[in-house]
């Protein structure tokens, strides 16, 4: 019988599929967006974790034709992302309450 | 060679191509972008370019599954090279000095590393290699 994994996800991945709910963004415009905490050397290790997980997709940007240097790559949030990440702060919120609350 | 392409050539030598792409490659474009603000951005995000480096080797062999082997590869030589030092010294180790010593040390961690690493991360020649550099 096969048993399906539940899958996992990090206070950092959460704050990143927050900011890409809206729209999709660079990387760099992402740790520009997070009040320091998210940081540029790591951020590209999280999102590529999370592309594995299938929470984002990414793309090249679009660019003009002879345009020099690397292309910057553009990140969105996934409908599925979306979906775990909206599980896990229903989650959260839920285990922060104690019992009393919770019985209303 | 400039820095971007000092990494990049790591980064066909040791990586594979989705971490180069998905890691690397981003953070190299961000470093470019980057180059016009300033002495102190640009150690910044050069900074930045080699903790990416850094992470995507780690996403590779430690996440990757490969820690182990790597680890076996690295142990071989060493508990030879250990083991060739120990026979060469008949009064055993208490009679050298603690430098001779830490050199002996660095010389076995060099020799296991070095044919660990070659053989570990064979030349990969599937690389695309990005023509913009």
Do not use: N
Request: charged residues 20%; glycine residues 8%.
């Amino acid at each position: 019988m096969g048993e399906s994994r539940l899958p996992s996800m990090s206070a950092t991945e959460s704050l990143i599929l927050e900011m890409l709910r809206r729209r999709e963004r660079y990387g760099l415009e992402l740790v520009d967006s997070s009040d320091g905490k998210l940081k540029r050397g790591s951020v590209y290790v999280t999102l590529a974790r999370m592309e594995s997980k299938g929470f984002v997709e990414s793309r090249q940007e679009d660019r003009a034709p002879g345009a020099i240097g690397l292309p910057r790559r553009l990140y969105r949030a996934t409908e599925y992302g979306l979906k775990v990440h909206d599980a896990y702060q229903l989650l959260r919120e839920a285990l922060a309450l104690r019992p009393a609350e919770a019985q209303g | 060679m400039t820095f971007a392409a000092t990494i990049t050539s790591l980064s066909r030598r040791f990586l594979t191509e989705r971490s180069f792409e998905l890691i690397v490659a981003p953070t190299l474009a961000d470093f470019e972008l980057d180059t016009a603000a300033g002495a102190h951005g640009v150690a910044m995000a050069r900074w930045s370019v080699l903790v990416a480096l850094a992470g995507a080797v780690w996403e590779d062999t430690v996440r990757g599954g490969d820690l182990a082997t790597f680890a076996g590869l690295v142990c071989i030589p060493a508990c030879y090279y250990t083991f060739f030092f120990l026979l060469g010294l008949p009064d055993g180790m208490s009679r050298l000095s603690s430098t001779i010593v830490a050199g002996l040390a660095v010389a076995v961690i060099t020799l296991s590393l070095a044919p660990a690493i070659v053989c570990f991360w064979p030349d990969r020649e599937t690389r695309h290699t990005p023509t913009e550099l």
